[in-house]
Structure formats: structure tokens, C-alpha cells
């Protein structure tokens, strides 16, 4: 039986788990934090992760465990609505898409998958990865060495076990932008749509709905590349009040509650690797290809380069070709992903009251049913760049 060990326990990490056993690997799953992460804010699951997460038998439990968001509405520092965007009809329309939920969620949908049948080690990690040609020999934070036929590194943007497995750093580009997630006590105020704030010195607040009776807050401000990411969670809370000071609109109370919240504080960037595998190594997710959450594609992404990535391994027997041709199936989607619309994300996140007024004039006209027509027929859903393969393993299924 190979034998495969996958850095990281949040969606790309489980997904290929689950296709890994149902094919007859056997898999470890190893996660740097002590317990799942249940942080982060709806996800969209789009077009061809959708159909993944359909073949995975998920589909129904990720519509059961939606949020239910109505839509989006832009809102002014007194909570005047400016536009709404109701949810999409589709899977691709609108601002909020038809499959959407907690990212906390689908990951523990994922992890539940397999849970009882294959190895989770939790907080620990991959210090040392030496690949002789024939097995992978890896040292960790905490556990003993251990030694394994592949190593999958699906541990995220900020992923150290890349660098190991891949002898080398990739391009991680920042857009401008950090974004704080946090969840906050829900309040009267909130109701099933999503608020969207502009405040001037280019800094967006959002607030939207769950299903556990909460809300799920973001604070982004727009800045060049300062390394807060790498700060510890005390010095990104001092950021955060210092850059929303005297910001008005729900941003106190948003500020109120970072203390005691579990904050998901990252510096909007894209990762562009040029390669995703060495020898008996490869990288897949966010690690590989993070798209951003600009682009709402990451969940998706995920789904699809796990699904991709086991049906190859599984039915090429040669992970050298098998890497290959998850890499040479996947690219063209994750550059279309990873094309984020001109101006982005600054024009959504203005500095000056001018440009927030410019800003609200636009979302204003777009929001009018005849614009919505007009630009769905004119924009009807591009092709996505992926026709899924279907896999016939070599090992049967199991249920
Ligand atoms: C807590 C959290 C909240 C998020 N919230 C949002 C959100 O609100 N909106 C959005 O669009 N995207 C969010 N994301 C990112 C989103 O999950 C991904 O863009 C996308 O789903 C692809 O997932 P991934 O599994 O490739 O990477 P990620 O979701 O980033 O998961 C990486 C996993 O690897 C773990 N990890 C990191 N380093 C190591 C290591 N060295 N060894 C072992 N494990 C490690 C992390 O703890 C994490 O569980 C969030 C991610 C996390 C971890």
C-alpha cells in the first residue's frame, strides 16, 4: 500500500485524504494547530468544485449546512443601504453564490469523511523532508521520524513545509490589502444579508450571517507589504485598532470583540509557483496556487487539484507522471482563477471620500435589475478551464 503523508487539516488536505483512501492509500494527515479550525467566513464552492464536491457525496451536506445568506448590501457609515445584490440563482452568479458555507464547516465535512479510518495527528509538524529517490524520510516538530512513499504539503499560504519540499521559496505576490476575519456576537442588527462599509483611508469592513447564530466580521485595509502576517495575534489586534481608530459605522464593535476571538489575520496575496512537484514531493491548494479570497475560487481550486491529484496517483501507478499531469491539468484553471478583474483590489477599497462616492455610484447603477440583465447576458458564466477527468482507479472504491 503507498503510503502518503499530507501537511495541513483544512480543505485541500482532507479532500485528497478522502480520495486517497477511497483508492487504497494509506494516509496520515498531519495539522500544525491542536485542534481542526473552525475560523473563517462562508466560501464559495463553484462550478467544477461543486461537481468534486458532488462526486465526494457532499453536495446535499454543504446545501444543509449553508449560511443562507440573502445578499449583499452596500451600506453607509449610518447603516443606509446604497445597493443590494441578492444571492445568486446559479452557482456563479451574484456576489454570494447558490453553494456557500462556513469554511470551519466544510472542513470538518471533509475531515469527517475519513476521520475513523485514517490518521490525524494534530499539533505537530514537518521539520525535515529527505527524499533518497526510493521513500521520503520526515522529521517533525513533536512526533518520532517517520518515513513515506509521498509527501503532499496542502498546509496553506504561508506553508513552511513548501520550501522543503520544493527546495525553494515561490513568488507569493501581495495585493495591497491585509484582512482580519473574526467571529463576533450576532446583534439585532444583523439579519440574513451581508453589510459591506467603505470607510476613507482605504479600509472595508464587512459583516455576514452564519448559521450558528453568530456573525462573521472582516476588517481589510488597504497597504503596502509590512510583514503583519508574520506578527504574533497581540501585535495584529494592536494593528487593527490602530488602522480602524475612529472609523465609525459597526467597526467599534467589531474592535470590541477582538479579544478572546480567534482572528484569521492574512495579507491578501496570490501564490505563483513554477512547479508543483519534486521527486516524490508535491504541493497542492492555497500552498501550490492561492488564488486569494478576491477571487472567491480557493475553496474551489482546492477541491478540484485533491480530486485530481488522487485520480492521477491513483491510476497512472507512477507519481512522477501522475504530478505531471496534476500540474499540466490544473493550470490553465488556476490562472484563469488567479486573473482578478483590473483594479483589483483597490478600486473596491478607496482612499479618499471622492473615491467612496465614486465607489457607490457604481454598485448603485449595477445593483438595477436592467444592468444585472444586461451584464449576465453579456457576461454569460465564462467556460471554466477544466473539463474533469473521470477516474478509474486501480483499486475499487470503497463506500
Ligand atoms: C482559519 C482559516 C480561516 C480562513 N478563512 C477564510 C475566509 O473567511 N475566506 C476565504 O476566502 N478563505 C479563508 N481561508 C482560506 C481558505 O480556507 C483557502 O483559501 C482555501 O479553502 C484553500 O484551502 P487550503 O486547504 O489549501 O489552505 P488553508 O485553508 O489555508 O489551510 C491550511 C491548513 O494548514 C495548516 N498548517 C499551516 N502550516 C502548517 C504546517 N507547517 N504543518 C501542518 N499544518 C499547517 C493550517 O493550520 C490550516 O489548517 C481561511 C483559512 C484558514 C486556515
Redesign the pocket.
Known amino acids: 500500500m503507498t503510503a502518503v503523508l499530507i501537511?495541513?487539516?483544512?480543505?485541500?488536505?482532507p479532500a485528497l485524504a478522502s480520495w486517497l483512501h477511497r483508492y487504497g492509500f494509506e494516509v496520515t494527515v498531519?495539522?500544525?494547530?491542536t485542534e481542526l479550525?473552525s475560523?473563517?467566513?462562508n466560501?464559495d464552492v463553484r462550478g467544477a468544485g461543486r461537481e468534486v464536491a458532488r462526486r465526494m457525496g457532499l453536495e446535499h451536506a454543504i446545501r444543509a449546512a449553508t449560511t443562507g445568506e440573502a445578499g449583499v448590501r452596500f451600506v453607509d457609515a449610518d447603516d443606509h443601504i446604497i445597493a443590494s445584490f441578492a444571492a445568486g440563482s446559479s452557482d456563479s452568479d451574484g456576489p454570494t453564490a447558490e453553494l456557500e458555507i462556513l469554511?470551519g464547516d466544510l472542513a470538518r465535512l471533509l475531515v469527517e469523511q475519513t476521520s475513523s479510518e485514517i490518521e490525524y495527528v494534530f499539533g505537530d509538524?514537518?521539520t525535515g523532508v529527505d527524499d533518497d529517490g526510493t521513500r521520503v524520510e520526515v522529521t517533525f516538530a513533536h512526533g518520532g521520524p517517520r518515513s513515506f512513499d509521498l509527501v503532499v504539503a496542502?498546509?496553506?499560504?504561508?506553508?513552511?513545509?513548501r520550501a522543503l519540499v520544493l527546495g525553494g521559496e515561490p513568488v507569493v505576490k501581495p495585493l495591497g490589502m491585509y484582512t482580519a476575519?473574526l467571529t463576533i456576537p450576532r446583534t439585532e442588527a444583523d439579519t440574513d444579508w451581508s453589510r459591506w462599509f467603505n470607510a476613507p483611508g482605504g479600509r472595508t469592513s464587512t459583516l455576514r450571517p452564519d448559521n450558528v447564530d453568530t456573525t462573521r466580521a472582516t476588517l481589510s485595509f488597504m497597504s503596502e507589504p509590512r510583514g503583519y502576517e508574520r506578527w504574533d495575534s497581540a501585535g495584529q489586534r494592536d494593528v487593527l485598532r490602530q488602522r480602524f481608530a475612529g472609523v465609525g459605522w459597526e467597526v467599534p464593535r467589531i474592535l470590541g470583540a477582538l479579544d478572546g476571538a480567534d482572528v484569521?489575520f492574512e495579507a491578501i496575496s496570490q501564490v505563483q509557483a513554477p512547479r508543483w512537484s519534486s521527486g516524490r514531493t508535491a504541493v497542492l491548494?492555497?500552498?501550490a496556487y492561492?488564488a486569494s479570497?478576491i477571487s472567491g475560487m480557493?475553496?474551489s481550486l482546492?477541491l478540484v487539484g485533491a480530486y485530481v491529484l488522487a485520480g492521477e496517483l491513483a491510476t497512472r501507478n507512477d507519481h512522477v507522471r501522475a504530478f505531471a499531469a496534476y500540474e499540466s491539468i490544473m493550470r490553465p484553471y488556476v490562472e484563469q482563477a488567479q486573473q482578478l478583474p483590473p483594479g483589483t483590489p483597490r478600486l473596491a477599497n478607496p482612499r479618499t471620500r471622492a473615491g467612496i462616492a465614486g465607489f457607490n455610484t457604481i454598485v448603485r447603477i449595477a445593483s438595477t435589475k436592467l444592468v444585472q440583465r444586461v451584464a449576465r447576458t453579456v457576461s454569460s458564466p465564462k467556460a471554466e478551464r477544466i473539463e474533469l477527468p473521470t477516474y478509474r482507479p486501480v483499486t475499487a472504491l470503497k463506500a
Do not use: L, M, N
Request: aromatic share 6%.
Open positions: 501537511s495541513g487539516a483544512s480543505i485541500a488536505g498531519i495539522e500544525r494547530a479550525r475560523g473563517g467566513q466560501v469554511r509538524h514537518i496542502a498546509d496553506g499560504i504561508r506553508s513552511s513545509t476575519y484569521y491548494g492555497d500552498a492561492c479570497p480557493g475553496t482546492a
